[in-house]
């Protein structure tokens, strides 16, 4: 494969491709090939990927806030009973 070299990259802008390479769990290359190719896609605006983006981070952001907190004596599957037997009628889902 072909490789490239990029200069004088503004220290604000190769940190948040560290940031988000970390956040999807890929190298700072891998980031930079796949954010090179949903620009050149033509597929979604920048302002789209940007926004997308954004709502990744915060749903994300929120996953780990809560990553650890539910604190219960009881056995999962009575958690899950009682959080089926709360909801409001809808849709059938299937899991």
Request: hydrophobic content about 40%; overall charge negative; glycine content about 4%.
């Amino acid at each position: 494969m072909a490789s490239i070299t990029i200069k004088d990259i503004p220290q604000v802008l190769l940190e948040r491709l560290r940031e988000r390479a970390a956040m999807d769990r890929r190298s700072m290359n891998k980031e930079a090939v796949h954010l090179l190719e949903l620009a050149l896609s033509g597929t979604i605006s920048e302002d789209e990927a940007l926004t997308v983006a954004r709502r990744v981070e915060a749903q994300v952001e929120a996953w780990r806030r809560l990553a650890g907190r539910w604190d219960s004596e009881r056995e999962a599957n009575h958690e899950i009973d009682e959080i089926y037997a709360g909801r409001t009628r809808g849709r059938s889902v299937e899991l």
